[in-house]
């Protein structure tokens, strides 16, 4: 899921972040986050439950708090990305902005309805 679909609020976007996401391959960012039931109310007694990796370089608290700030203010609610967004960051004639260029008439790759059968 793109992080500009998210639903949570920045409490929820922090507790993802910091806990990872069971059963996916969101890492965790805090050491120990199963140990008492902080994360989501799981414990590593809690059965059936697969334990997400811990993230090779964790970020600090004051960091994921960063993080979750800038999903919420700069992705969340924002729709597909914008030519002008890809170019901010990768430079106008970049090859990977190229499918965002409203000229530009291939299949939207994000939009399954649109890509031609
Ligand atoms: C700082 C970087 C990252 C941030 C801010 C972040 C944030 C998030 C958030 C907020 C969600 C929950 C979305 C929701 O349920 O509404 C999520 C889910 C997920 N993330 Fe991350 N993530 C990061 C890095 C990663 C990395 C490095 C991986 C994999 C290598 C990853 C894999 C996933 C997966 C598989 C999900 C579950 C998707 C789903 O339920 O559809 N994330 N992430």
Redesign the pocket.
């Known amino acids: 899921?793109s992080?500009r679909?998210?639903?949570?609020d920045v409490e929820q976007?922090v507790e993802?972040?910091q806990c990872g996401?069971p059963g996916?391959?969101?890492?965790s960012h805090v050491r120990d986050p199963y140990k008492d039931g902080s994360c989501y109310g799981i414990t590593k007694d809690t059965p059936d439950i697969e334990f997400p990796m811990q993230?090779n370089a964790m970020?600090r608290n004051d960091e994921i708090a960063a993080?979750?700030e800038y999903?919420k203010t700069y992705l969340q609610g924002k729709g597909e990305p914008t030519f002008s967004e890809c170019a901010e960051y990768w430079g106008e004639n970049s090859q990977n902005c190229r499918d965002f260029k409203p000229s530009h008439q291939s299949s939207v790759k994000s939009d399954p309805d649109k890509v031609s059968k």
């Open positions: 899921m992080l679909a998210t639903h949570l976007l993802v972040i996401r996916t391959g969101m890492p993230a970020l993080v979750a999903v």
